[in-house]
């Protein structure tokens, strides 16, 4: 037996199933029900030596951090030094998605360096290196490297297909496809007669994903680029597709999380994710943001913090951060530690609904340090101990309550 | 006849009623309509000469920033810079909360430099000035000053009131009694056997406000001040009170706005809407925050953000802002415009839900923009322009697309 899945279907509980059972402080059995049901996902490479990220049904909400070179920015210390950041601030994983520099070379030495749950979307090697356009053997050849060297979960827009194409090019979009991966493999269709290779050869990529226990993070090509273009015929359609895809891989023992959206209007994101649990059956729900506006450049991390929080009330398991850098260019350190802080302030404030038996206790001695005006045990329980302590530093902390009310402070009072 | 509402009564559209409509792109008969419920609120004293700001059923979704001096902190250039500020980052309304230096002087001065529409709390001038304790006559005669120096509205914690002390007595909380009104009033009813004259002289108050149709905004001294306490017994109770109060406001032609939590878990927050509208009998209602956390000292703008947006979208109608500095200090002018932004983008993502036809334009003309890649366009879009534009310089704008994709822009790629 090779892959988590496999075991919970032999009833059989691991090391791994128990390590991340403590850490969601649920039973091991929940764990395994998940891995069997495909409701939850045991994030970890087989040969990494790292505590497998739960996520899914009975799960905390997860957080991921975006980081990587880009072809016009960033250099491997910086990418470092957002790592660092990534643990520091409270992701649970980090995705490399470098596009430039010596990809390779950056996966690995990122690698090396964390023990959080990592992941990458190996198209974009193919994108940056190939020259012969959508190879599908050269494509399942990176996937492969990037398996062998440890990689925890990858996304594969699988569900970019002909089809879909068909629907893009007879319901247009104001913003098109906004996926990087999604719009290099739909021009490719367009430009071609072939279909996708991650589609039609999705055998192949679940027995690579297989021999490592790799998660495949379903990825949305289709994700909605703008409120206006939520929901269209297109998106349905891919989310359908996986839906498929994701039994096919069940079938094979591959574990799976599907990709979300992406700009969704308020009143759609219940929905949203109602739609995605249904159609993929429970699989675990990944979602980027979702923003709910588009004028809000420079403060994304907020409007991503907004729908995060209402999808993850509503079932999405794992958030994807948006850091304020969103749609002006490539974050750099202080947006990935505000990136994180947003999305882990949406994750648990949904916790705190989802389960709050887990959750409530460190804002409630929150509440009582505040009352105490006990400013250390304060510090010690934000979830930016340094944040909280400097700001408080900057606003002058030489008395007992704080600048804004002094001695009228309220909790003084009492 | 003095008020709006007086004239509404009356059917008789006056020119405030017709300029908030042209604001609100809503038909004057619907301010009126509004006036008329109290589901309305026409904020402006009748001797200002600035646009009224309309809160209420059919009106866009406000947002207030509080500004001021505190006792330890800030002088009066700050507070100028921040007033202009709240203009230049889109607050609709700007609450004067000094409680440091020359309080007449200060309101005075920045009452003369703003359009926006003004609020204070009274009490505090009280609490800052009074050697005697809560002495009604002199609470009504600083009430009546703020009043003739043109303030538009008042937060007034007229709720809090012998039989909500008992209520908290009896059932005690984590963090007590938050507002700082509301706890001085409180302090004051258990040191002696007096009632709250806000309460017991509520018919003066009306008079007052009458002559210079300045809202009432009735305060919820007992709003929770963490998860914890949400929706307890006391604050229930006040809310009772404030609803039989706006009757009575109403009867006697004052306009009249609710206060709202505060700390409450997010799947409270709907209910917690639901029952200020029923309770108040659909009474504007202006929340601050509500944080759905309460770990976030150093991002409680975005935690109120979060809570924000749920909250417009089931019938709050003003948001009070919270800044980054909140439970850590007086804010400083970035925390201003943090906390005004966070606010901003809450208001216009349930104004999305609430009014589309209103508010979709925009997101759709940024969608257009950023597929046509026309960086101006965006920025002019954005909410904050400045920003915006700032975060594409720092981040290298030497190329066409952004440097987070390069070319590898699926903007470009379709």
Excluded at 9 to 37: F, H, W
Excluded at 119 to 130: A, D, K, N, R, W
Excluded at 368 to 389: E, T, V, Y
């Amino acid at each position: 037996m090779t892959t988590q899945r496999e075991y919970a279907l032999a009833n059989k509980i691991t090391p791994q199933m128990t390590v991340a059972a403590e850490y969601e402080q649920i039973p091991a059995r929940k764990i395994l029900q998940g891995l069997k049901s495909g409701r939850i996902a045991l994030v970890k490479n087989k040969n990494r030596a790292i505590r497998p990220m739960a996520v899914g049904e009975n799960c905390l909400t997860k957080v991921n951090a975006n980081i990587g070179t880009s072809k016009l920015r960033s250099t491997i210390q910086a990418e470092l030094a957002k790592l660092k950041a990534c643990a520091q601030y409270g992701a649970d994983a980090v995705m490399d998605l470098s596009t430039g520099g010596d990809l390779d070379g950056t996966r690995r030495t990122l690698l090396g360096k964390t023990k959080l749950c990592f992941g990458t979307v190996p198209i974009y090697q193919l994108m940056c290196e190939s020259r012969s356009g959508l190879d599908g053997d050269a494509l399942l050849e990176i996937i492969r490297k990037h398996c062998a060297q440890g990689v925890d979960f990858i996304t594969v827009h699988c569900g970019v297909t002909r089809e879909v194409a068909a629907l893009l090019k007879r319901y247009p979009r104001v913003t098109g496809v906004v996926s990087r991966g999604g719009s290099y493999i739909h021009k490719w269709l367009n430009k071609t007669s072939q279909e996708n290779p991650l589609y039609e050869r999705f055998d192949e990529l679940c027995e690579i994903a297989y021999e490592y226990d790799v998660t495949l993070s379903l990825g949305d090509g289709l994700r909605p680029g703008c409120l206006a273009d939520a929901h269209d015929k297109a998106q349905i359609k891919e989310l359908e597709i996986l839906g498929k895809l994701t039994r096919r891989a069940w079938r094979k023992n591959v574990q799976v999380m599907i990709e979300g959206p992406g700009h969704v209007p308020y009143d759609q994101i219940a929905r949203s994710m109602r739609l995605e649990k249904k159609l993929c059956r429970g699989a675990p729900f990944y979602v980027l943001g979702p923003l709910t506006t588009d004028i809000a450049a420079g403060y994304d991390h907020i409007a991503g913090a907004i729908g995060g929080t209402l999808a993850a009330v509503n079932g999405a398991d794992f958030l994807c951060y948006v850091t304020p850098a969103e749609h002006l260019g490539l974050p750099d350190l202080q947006d990935v530690r505000d990136g994180i802080l947003a999305s882990r302030i949406a994750a648990h404030s949904a916790d705190l609904v989802k389960y709050p038996e887990r959750s409530a206790a460190r804002d409630l001695a929150m509440a009582r340090a505040r009352k105490a005006l006990d400013w250390n045990a304060q510090f010690k329980l934000a979830l930016d101990s340094a944040k909280a302590r400097s700001v408080r530093l900057a606003k002058g902390q030489n008395v007992k309550e704080c600048t804004m009310c002094g001695d009228l402070c309220s909790m003084r009072e009492m």
